[in-house]
């Protein structure tokens, strides 16, 4: 069984807006931080975003900041990241991970124990 699974990614105009999701599976993800990295052809993976447990803190990396917003439901043990104003630069292969080591606390997450498989979100200018 995998614990994370995203979907939503696609083919975008550059302008455009996509949302992404990440299904957990397990009572565990609920109660930790998860992020949203992304990794491009011949770079490093990056963190664009992360949010505790209950979402009253989050993380952005500068270059999104004001375009992606990051959320969850842990009704639905689903993770979310809305991406506005795409643009070229945020082609990437994106994946979902939690941090499960410290729950249920005001923590944004730093060695992520769990991912996603990736989806590709491609800008097109």
């Known amino acids: 069984q995998v614990p994370l699974v995203e979907s939503g990614g696609g083919l975008v105009q550059a302008g455009g807006s996509l949302r992404l999701s990440c299904a957990a599976s397990?009572?565990?993800?609920?109660?930790?931080?998860m992020g949203w990295f992304r990794q491009a052809p011949g770079k490093e993976r990056e963190r664009v975003a992360a949010?505790?447990?209950?979402?009253?803190?989050?993380y952005y990396t500068d270059s999104v900041k004001g375009r992606f917003t990051i959320s969850r439901d842990n009704a639905k043990n689903t993770l979310y990241l809305q991406m506005n104003s795409l643009n070229t630069e945020d082609t990437a292969t994106y994946y979902c991970a939690a941090d499960t080591r410290y729950q249920y606390m005001d923590y944004l997450g730093r060695n992520y124990d769990y991912w996603g498989q990736g989806t590709q979100v491609t800008v097109s200018s």
């Open positions: 949010i505790s447990w209950n979402g009253g803190s989050v």
């Open positions: 397990g009572r565990t993800f609920s109660a930790s931080a």
